[in-house]
């Protein structure tokens, strides 16, 4: 069984790693081509207590994050939110890495926009074999931001550090979620896959009366099944649909509903039932916020 490493400090990482003491203890910048190799010879799980931007090539070694291997054959951004956990497994020889890694305590983000504003980019949830691919000029961009930010970090820390990296850093993120938006646009094709998906998923459940007694279908249940993160399938089906999991979920309740009105003698409580709610009132509510009319209104509609 793998081991766990949890490290609640930047400071008892770099030590883990072997690096020299961060200049600041709640913020570090690590060029990767001047990072010791890692002694993993059996996998290790680790979590961290703080955020993980890393920019990689020729990683050269085994990771997964989320449970799924991560791909760092092309120029890769990875975003690793506190307490998420990630494992590596022993490295390749003679892979010669670049790249940066940037590590951010919360409390380094204490009383700026930034500090509650990094908890909604949604890529910091994303499943691994998703993280972000950089065409060249995007590279180039985000390593500028990243050696303007590097600067500062070397430079004697004063009272106007702490503001100019974190503005540095919300410019970076700005940045990786238009790119973002731009790999869900190239991905179209992927994405329609996974929309197909969904909605085989989304009929199976409720063709089969049965699984009324699990109640109605949840986010992570449907993301679980389909083996993505629920933000990481909101975020795709949003950008092909305009519509999110949920939304897509309420839809097909909506659809099956109106067949069971339409061409069954069921009551409407039976049908609230059948679809999974636990109270009639709670379907009515929903049917009426999607169609403007209520249940029975649809039914005698057809009458």
Not at 16 to 43: C, W
Not at 171 to 185: D, G, K, N, P
Not at 196 to 213: P, Q, V
């Amino acid at each position: 069984m793998a081991s766990v490493q949890r490290f609640k400090t930047i400071s008892a990482f770099h030590e883990f790693r072997n690096i020299p003491k961060p200049a600041h203890p709640l913020f570090s910048m690590v060029n990767v081509a001047e990072m010791p190799p890692g002694d993993y010879q059996d996998t290790q799980n680790i979590v961290l207590d703080f955020y993980l931007i890393a920019l990689k090539r020729n990683f050269g070694g085994n990771m997964k994050y989320g449970q799924q291997e991560y791909d760092f054959d092309e120029g890769i951004m990875a975003f690793m939110a506190p307490g998420q956990v990630f494992s590596i497994g022993a490295k390749q020889a003679d892979m010669q890495q670049s790249g940066w890694m940037l590590y951010i305590h919360p409390d380094f983000l204490w009383n700026t926009p930034l500090a509650t504003k990094i908890k909604h980019y949604e890529f910091f949830d994303y499943a691994v074999n998703e993280a972000l691919f950089l065409s060249e000029k995007e590279e180039t961009t985000i390593l500028g931001i990243i050696e303007n930010m590097a600067q500062e970090y070397h430079n004697n820390i004063d009272r106007f550090s702490q503001d100019i990296i974190v503005a540095q850093l919300e410019v970076l993120l700005t940045y990786a979620e238009r790119f973002y938006e731009r790999q869900f646009i190239t991905r179209k094709v992927s994405g329609h896959q996974l929309l197909t998906r969904l909605e085989e998923l989304l009929n199976n459940w409720f063709r089969h009366t049965g699984n009324a007694a699990k109640g109605l279908p949840s986010v992570r249940e449907i993301s679980a099944a389909l083996h993505v993160s629920p933000n990481y399938l909101s975020g795709v089906l949003k950008s092909i649909t305009g519509k999110s999991t949920l939304q897509h979920i309420q839809d097909k309740v909506i659809e099956v509903a109106k067949e069971k009105l339409s061409t069954t003698d069921m009551s409407v409580s039976e049908i609230a039932y059948e679809l999974g709610f636990d109270y009639p009132q709670t379907f009515s509510k929903l049917f009426k916020a999607k169609t403007a009319v209520s249940p029975v209104e649809f039914r005698q509609s057809f009458n």
